[in-house]
């Protein structure tokens, strides 16, 4: 049996990954992939890295059959007024945008500054993030996808959090350049983007209520850069906690917390040079690596998760939960190990 998917808005960076890996997929066929810009182009034309493994072309949205599970991979605000339709296309659905992260519409309106175009539809997606949700995410016909920033501060964080630690968090997270998507920009102008260390958000930050509502409302700051990668997130997380905290305390509840699951790998090496996470080893895959030290005298422990936001951070975490949507084996067509060296 092979799962039938559509992506919605494939000429963009995360359609371009999730095709990338569901071309690979055992037990998943795309059946389309849609443009309204270029359809009737083959999708290889915007994904070279396809070629010789797909001979799909991009098709308007409104020529597309029913499917079993549908990608929307749209800009933010481009997916909730139209979600009827898009329930209507296909019995599973995963939207990778923001439009229906928070469960509330209060919250909803208070982050992003609008109103919610369909609230009533908020409370039935699952928050898309297995680490925590997997069982309702294993229940649910619709699924949302989780920031990349976000999901590399709730693994970072998801421990600690847990253990009921956290007084307060100062999150610095430096991202790549695709995390803002295909559409160019001034800031994207790759004179001005090229060898960037910009901080574009010193304060607050869309996916902190995202956040706050996976993990529980501690006191959370955060603070974005840009910096010289194309795929990457590298979240480093300055916990303050309200016990004293050893190392080894700390390897128990991360070891607690990933020791079974399948794409979070706790990194803290005595030897070598990648001895904490690090972006570039996880380019291309679905993995998040963690890590900590606490540090001595102080009840400041740091955390850290490297992912990357096109894999973990998007695409990756999307094919996770549609395996997981339809009972198929949850690492289906996502071992991939990354390069070494890149
Ligand atoms: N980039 C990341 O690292 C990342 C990570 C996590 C989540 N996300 C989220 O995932 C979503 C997609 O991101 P992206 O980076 O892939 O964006 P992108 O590169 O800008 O691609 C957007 C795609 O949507 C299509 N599109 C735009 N407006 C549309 C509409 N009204 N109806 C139908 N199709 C439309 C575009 O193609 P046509 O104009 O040809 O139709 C394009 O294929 C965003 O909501 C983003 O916030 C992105």
Same mark, same amino acid.
């Given at each position: 049996?092979?799962?039938?998917?559509?992506?919605?808005?494939?000429?963009?960076?995360?359609?371009?990954?999730?095709?990338?890996?569901?071309?690979?997929?055992?037990?998943?066929?795309?059946?389309?992939?849609?443009? /309204?810009?270029?359809?009737?182009?083959?999708?290889?034309?915007?994904?070279?890295?396809?070629?010789?493994?797909?001979?799909?072309?991009?098709?308007?949205?409104?020529?597309?059959?029913?499917?079993?599970?549908?990608?929307?991979?749209?800009?933010?605000?481009?997916?909730?007024?139209?979600?009827? /339709?898009?329930?209507?296309?296909?019995?599973? *659905?995963?939207?990778?945008?923001?439009?229906? /992260?928070?469960?509330?519409?209060?919250?909803?309106?208070?982050?992003?500054?609008?109103?919610?175009?369909?609230?009533?539809?908020?409370?039935?997606?699952?928050?898309?993030?297995?680490?925590?949700?997997?069982?309702?995410?294993?229940?649910?016909?619709?699924?949302?996808?989780?920031?990349?920033?976000?999901?590399? *501060?709730?693994?970072?964080?998801?421990?600690?959090?847990?253990?009921?630690?956290?007084?307060?968090?100062?999150?610095?997270?430096?991202?790549?350049?695709?995390?803002? +998507?295909?559409?160019?920009?001034?800031?994207?102008?790759?004179?001005?983007?090229?060898?960037?260390?910009?901080?574009?958000?010193?304060?607050?930050? @869309?996916?902190?209520?995202?956040?706050?509502?996976?993990? +529980?409302? #501690?006191?959370?700051?955060?603070? +974005?850069?840009?910096?010289?990668?194309? !795929?990457?997130?590298?979240?480093?997380?300055?916990?303050?906690?309200?016990?004293?905290?050893?190392?080894?305390?700390?390897?128990?509840?991360?070891?607690?917390?990933?020791?079974?699951?399948?794409?979070? @790998?706790?990194?803290?090496?005595?030897?070598?040079?990648?001895? #904490?996470?690090?972006?570039?080893?996880?380019?291309?895959?679905? #993995?998040?690596?963690?890590?900590?030290?606490?540090?001595?005298?102080?009840? !400041?422990?740091?955390?850290?998760?490297?992912?990357?936001?096109?894999?973990?951070?998007?695409?990756?975490?999307?094919?996770?939960?549609?395996?997981?949507?339809?009972?198929?084996?949850?690492?289906?067509?996502?071992?991939?190990? +990354?390069?070494?060296?890149?």
């Amino acid at each position: 049996m092979s799962v039938r998917v559509g992506i919605i808005g494939g000429t963009g960076y995360t359609g371009g990954e999730l095709a990338r890996l569901l071309v690979g997929h055992p037990r998943a066929e795309i059946a389309w992939v849609t443009s /309204r810009s270029r359809a009737g182009w083959p999708v290889s034309s915007l994904h070279p890295n396809l070629r010789g493994f797909t001979d799909l072309k991009f098709v308007a949205p409104d020529d597309v059959e029913p499917v079993d599970v549908a990608f929307l991979c749209l800009p933010h605000g481009q997916t909730a007024g139209n979600i009827e /339709r898009y329930t209507q296309l296909a019995e599973r *659905v995963v939207d990778l945008s923001s439009d229906f /992260r928070l469960s509330d519409a209060e919250l909803y309106e208070a982050t992003y500054g609008e109103p919610h175009p369909a609230p009533a539809w908020l409370d039935r997606f699952a928050y898309g993030l297995p680490e925590v949700y997997r069982d309702r995410i294993r229940g649910s016909k619709l699924v949302s996808g989780v920031g990349c920033n976000a999901t590399a *501060v709730n693994l970072a964080l998801l421990p600690l959090a847990r253990a009921g630690v956290i007084e307060r968090v100062v999150a610095d997270v430096k991202v790549g350049s695709s995390e803002s +998507g295909a559409e160019p920009s001034g800031s994207s102008h790759h004179p001005e983007r090229s060898h960037a260390v910009r901080t574009f958000a010193p304060t607050t930050h @869309r996916h902190e209520a995202e956040i706050r509502q996976a993990l +529980g409302d #501690f006191d959370l700051h955060f603070t +974005g850069t840009a910096i010289e990668l194309v !795929r990457g997130v590298l979240a480093t997380c300055h916990v303050f906690v309200n016990r004293d905290l050893t190392d080894r305390d700390l390897w128990g509840m991360y070891r607690d917390a990933y020791a079974a699951e399948p794409f979070v @790998r706790v990194v803290k090496e005595r030897r070598g040079l990648y001895r #904490f996470p690090e972006p570039k080893i996880v380019a291309g895959t679905n #993995f998040a690596d963690v890590s900590f030290v606490a540090e001595e005298g102080s009840r !400041r422990v740091v955390t850290m998760c490297a992912i990357d936001n096109l894999g973990k951070g998007a695409a990756g975490s999307a094919v996770q939960s549609m395996n997981l949507m339809c009972g198929l084996e949850e690492t289906d067509g996502l071992l991939f190990p +990354g390069l070494h060296p890149v």
